[in-house]
């Protein structure tokens, strides 16, 4: 008789901890995956529809100074292309090289569907702008600044955009205020 209730127990228990586990993945299921993109390189695309406002992923890296950053990279590698992200009063960034999250395959777009919000934390979130259809490659405005002054022709050299927008800057650098 032991035994019965041993047995009935277990399996109850894996049932139950089946059961959690099915509703657990399925509630915290990513809303999207990362894979090629015909933007650039790897990008992240929604596995199902994204409503607007949805807070989808944090740009995650190790804060680093842009001293430590120039250090680490002191030319842009695939050319001038980083994991870097500039938080808080501008002396320090994220690089997502080391302890990044899946956003930093996030592409750059003209005409993007998400936007990067800072809280008060000086955490970075990647938040829909708009809904977003099943299928559909995630993207931001990186909004790149650069101190030094350079040609347009440089700007699209150095810094291009692929982003295939009906009003591409051509360059991920971001307009001038």
Not at 166 to 176: A, D, E, P, S, V
């Given at each position: 008789m032991p035994?019965?209730?041993?047995?009935?127990?277990?399996?109850?228990?894996?049932?139950?901890?089946?059961?959690?586990?099915?509703?657990?993945?399925?509630?915290?299921?990513?809303?999207f995956r990362v894979r090629q993109s015909a933007i650039h390189g790897r990008g992240v695309f929604a596995v199902k529809k994204i409503r607007k406002g949805a807070r989808l992923v944090e740009y995650k890296g190790e804060r680093i100074t842009w001293e430590e950053a120039?250090?680490?990279?002191?030319?842009?590698?695939?050319?001038?292309?980083?994991?870097?992200?500039?938080?808080?009063?501008?002396?320090?960034c994220l690089d997502a090289v080391r302890r990044g999250s899946s956003a930093k395959w996030i592409n750059h777009a003209c005409k993007p569907n998400c936007e990067a919000e800072e809280d008060e934390d000086e955490r970075v979130f990647i938040v829909a702008r708009r809904d977003i259809a099943e299928g559909e490659e995630l993207t931001y405005d990186y909004n790149l600044t650069f101190e030094e002054r350079i040609s347009k022709a440089e700007q699209?050299?150095?810094?291009?955009?692929?982003?295939?927008?009906?009003?591409?800057?051509?360059?991920?650098?971001?307009?001038?205020?």
């Open positions: 035994n019965k209730k041993s047995t009935t127990k277990k399996s109850t228990v894996r049932k139950s901890v089946e059961q959690r586990t099915a509703k657990k993945s399925t509630a915290t299921s990513p809303a120039e250090r680490r990279y002191p030319k842009d590698p695939v050319p001038y292309h980083t994991f870097l992200f500039e938080v808080g009063d501008g002396s320090q699209k050299r150095r810094y291009p955009c692929w982003c295939g927008a009906k009003k591409c800057r051509g360059t991920m650098l971001g307009l001038k205020k």
